[in-house]
């Protein structure tokens, strides 16, 4: 079945930065690649998503990257402000898995003030 | 999401006990999902059902089961033979499968 490996699990920066996360996925057939954002003790809310047609995509401060050949995709999120402290979870699906999502273990982004 | 709501928020379980999870949407979502998270670590699934009267097993099936007798309704029972139920347990739907998912505010459960 697929597995979604995402790192790192923890990340610091300070405020105004940019921050990246990066997962791999296994499935070659896997088409679609969400990211959720949750914050403590909250539910999982979706940021951005991708599907595997395009490159990247973009939305305000938040970009997502795909690189279907060495099956890898990104979260970019540039001038990073304290309310972006959360954890940020990938996911891919595929065909393959009756289109159910796989998650990776998540990253911890922290921004300092 | 307004549109998905869980019930109780927090749940006790004793030994022996078998506790069910409410999952409620008014979104008109054909399919509904049951996923488990345990601190730090990231969302496994236990349950899907992409249409009424019809559900599959996820990866951590066993120990739990579902019904899906109403479009709006999927509720989760963790049964006695869990033996490791204590967990956030958040429910989630979406259109078809493969579309975005939409999750409610979860359920957390303790073993008393």
């Known amino acids: 079945g697929e597995n979604v490996e995402q790192h790192p699990s923890t990340l610091s920066v300070q405020e105004g930065d940019s921050a990246v996360i990066k997962c791999t996925y296994s499935d070659s057939a896997s088409n679609y690649f969400p990211w959720y954002k949750q914050e403590l003790g909250k539910r999982p809310q979706l940021i951005i998503d991708i599907r595997s047609n395009v490159g990247e995509k973009k939305d305000q401060r938040i970009a997502v990257t795909l690189n279907k050949t060495a099956k890898h995709f990104s979260l970019h999120i540039t001038e990073t402000q304290p309310e972006d402290s959360a954890v940020y979870f990938c996911a891919a699906s595929s065909n393959n898995a009756g289109n159910m999502l796989t998650f990776g273990g998540g990253t911890r982004l922290m921004v300092k003030p | 999401d307004g549109g998905i709501t869980q019930s109780p928020k927090y749940l006790f379980r004793k030994e022996g006990q078998n506790v069910t999870l409410s999952c409620e949407q008014n979104?008109?979502?054909?399919?509904m999902y049951w996923y488990r998270q345990d601190p730090g670590q990231g969302l496994r699934l236990i349950y899907y059902s992409q249409i009424v009267n019809d559900f599959q097993k996820g990866d951590i099936a066993e120990g739990y089961s579902v019904s899906r007798e109403k479009k709006e309704s999927f509720p989760l029972t963790v049964t006695s033979a869990q033996k490791n139920p204590t967990a956030f347990y958040l429910c989630?739907?979406?259109?078809?499968?493969?579309?975005?998912?939409?999750f409610g505010d979860g359920t957390r459960l303790s073993i008393l």
């Open positions: 989630a739907s979406s259109r078809l499968s493969n579309q975005p998912q939409h």
């Open positions: 979104l008109n979502h054909d399919a």
